[in-house]
């Protein structure tokens, strides 16, 4: 399909049809970034002063091109980032705030999905169905949606993009991406890269769009009928908006949510995959992963002694420059970050929990905060249910399975939860229908880190959208159902005559 109305680009994308440079004074020029000497490496990306949108005024689209080639298109996007995936995974953690290794790992997502796509681009179809009627053949065929909206959040400014734009285009359809208003630079530098393939490749940048924006422009993708699948990753507060907005219009919705997810550690639990899982997964991106683990439930056999390993991890965690090899831990995103979690801990306190280690505000430059551990608290204390982007791991006791599985499905939302244990039978009832309500349910493993391979996304108030791989895909296509006749009868379905 790979086609677009010029309407559209025009409102979604900077035109590059302008006059020359904005004249700026060059005061205000030298505090640009890119002409600082420490981030000359910016211009490696080919980030300029001002960056021109990827519509130049005029419309190449060549129609229908077939899926194993769309599946060259992207693999060449994927060799294409992943030539600058340094450099990439440089400017995630400039503008995001996450470690280095992750911002690289975060590309490398990216790339991953791209050569998933490519071979995903030859396997793409619907089954030959057996019909009941002499002479005639029964075939779902796949098609695409047309426009796909992507709203991605700050705290993956790159992977959750790639997840949705690779999967899109090996089905025929083209893209307008609105990035986080706070991680610009990396949403220019992507589009960019993507846009010099699709042009090499003689077919329109524009095939992938981006806008930079805010709230006001997300509402424009929500509302506006020519967008056939908007997919958003956010907050659920702002999701439900999304949803109510696209559902007024009958309009496609992909929702990746809110999550307050659990790991649960049973009496049998080997305690050396425990607390450095626990760790990872509460403490990693400093608690700004949707998949980050904000509720710890341990047996009461073994509370005391992981609290105290899991303490004594905590005071190892490495603190610094996310640029700096050595550190583990960065800072939060925004001051208001820093608000919010100043703001939990103390509603924590008032509800009864006790502060273990953390829970303050670093001293230091930036927006840092101690990775705190609270105990004490309620199963169903507020604040426990209340998911705070932030890293504060809320510790409980438990007695038994029953129990804790139900208090791992009471919050509301339903992205990531796991257990550790030995125990084959619980494994499996962890896995059933009595068991986790997520849609991602480990075992022996942490929350967060999940593979390309899998789709990725949760339930309830997560919002039930499904990413990345397995059949994944299928979101991004409309479906029919195709009866063709090759006989020279008419026989109805049911049996029915009429006649």
């Known amino acids: 399909m790979w086609r677009l109305s010029r309407a559209l680009c025009v409102r979604a994308a900077k035109t590059g049809q302008l006059p020359g440079p904005c004249k700026r004074p060059a005061a205000f020029m030298s505090t640009l970034l890119i002409q600082q000497p420490q981030y000359a490496w910016l211009k490696e990306l080919g980030l300029r002063e001002d960056n021109e949108g990827v519509y130049n005024g005029s419309w190449g689209g060549r129609g229908e091109i077939p899926a194993p080639k769309r599946g060259e298109i992207v693999r060449q996007i994927g060799d294409a980032l992943r030539e600058k995936i340094q450099v990439l995974g440089s400017l995630v953690s400039l503008e995001m705030g996450k470690i280095l290794v992750e911002g690289v790992g975060e590309v490398q997502e990216y790339v991953d999905i791209c050569d998933y796509a490519v071979g995903l681009s030859r396997m793409i179809g619907g ?210 970050a820093v608000s919010m979690f100043l703001g939990a801990v103390e509603e924590a306190k008032k509800e009864g929990g006790t502060v273990v280690y953390g829970g303050k505000v670093m001293d230091r430059p930036g927006n840092y905060v101690e990775p705190t551990i609270v105990t004490g608290l309620a199963h169903d204390a507020a604040i426990a249910h209340t998911e705070t982007f932030a890293p504060i791991l809320y510790v409980f006791k438990f007695k038994d399975e029953d129990e804790v599985f139900a208090w791992n499905n009471e919050v509301k939302q339903g992205l990531s939860s796991s257990i550790f244990t030995k125990d084959l039978g619980r494994i499996f009832r962890w896995l059933g229908p009595r068991g986790s309500d997520c849609g991602i349910v480990n075992v022996n493993i942490p929350t967060s880190g999940a593979e390309i391979g899998g789709a990725f996304g949760g339930e309830k108030h997560t919002g039930g959208g499904r990413e990345s791989g397995s059949d994944a895909w299928k979101q991004y296509m409309r479906r029919s159902t195709c009866t063709i006749n090759y006989s020279k009868d008419l026989p109805l379905a049911q049996g029915i005559k009429f006649q």
């Open 127 to 336: 089954p030959v169905l057996p019909s009941e009627r002499p002479g005639h053949a029964l075939i779902e065929q796949w098609n695409p949606v047309g426009l796909v909206g992507i709203i991605t959040a700050f705290n993956f400014p790159v992977a959750v993009y790639g997840w949705n734009n690779a999967i899109a285009m090996i089905c025929g359809n083209v893209c307008l991406w609105k990035g986080a208003p706070t991680t610009s630079l990396i949403s220019v530098a992507v589009t960019k890269i993507i846009a010099k393939v699709l042009e090499d490749n003689r077919l329109p940048g524009a095939i992938c769009s981006l806008t930079c924006g805010g709230a006001d422009i997300g509402t424009a993708m929500a509302k506006d009928e020519r967008v056939n699948l908007l997919s958003f990753t956010g907050s659920t507060q702002v999701g439900k908006q999304v949803a109510l907005m696209v559902q007024e219009r009958f309009g496609r919705s992909l929702l990746e949510l809110g999550g307050n997810n659990a790991i649960i550690a049973f009496e049998d639990a080997d305690l050396s995959l425990v607390v450095p899982s626990a760790l990872f997964a509460a403490v990693g991106t400093a608690g700004q992963r949707c998949t980050t683990a904000r509720r710890l439930f341990l047996h009461e056999s073994i509370h005391d002694e992981v609290v105290n390993r899991l303490t004594k991890a905590y005071a190892q965690i490495r603190v610094g420059n996310p640029w700096d090899s050595n550190v583990l831990y960065g800072p939060l995103h925004t001051k208001q």
